[in-house]
């Protein structure tokens, strides 16, 4: 089941989206950027989704923690 997550941009300081999704059983994060464009995450823990839900600098924790699972999962 997905269930999706919209942030207060304004409180969060977020320029380049303000949604998630997920999919717990399937493991599956999807990001919903502004510009209508959604990353998808495989393999992602529902304890990385808490750490990214509760990041303050959400923008680089997408760099810094998700991204790299996108270049290992291609490996």
Do not use: G
Not at 39 to 57: M, P
């Amino acid at each position: 089941m997905l269930r999706t997550t919209t942030f207060d941009r304004s409180l969060w300081q977020i320029t380049t989206f303000e949604s998630i999704s997920y999919d717990k059983e399937n493991q599956v994060l999807f990001i919903h950027f502004l510009d209508d464009t959604t990353l998808q995450f495989c393999s992602v823990t529902e304890e990385l989704v808490f750490k990214f839900i509760l990041a303050k600098n959400k923008e680089y924790f997408i760099e810094k923690e998700l991204k790299p699972l996108l270049i290992s999962s291609k490996l």
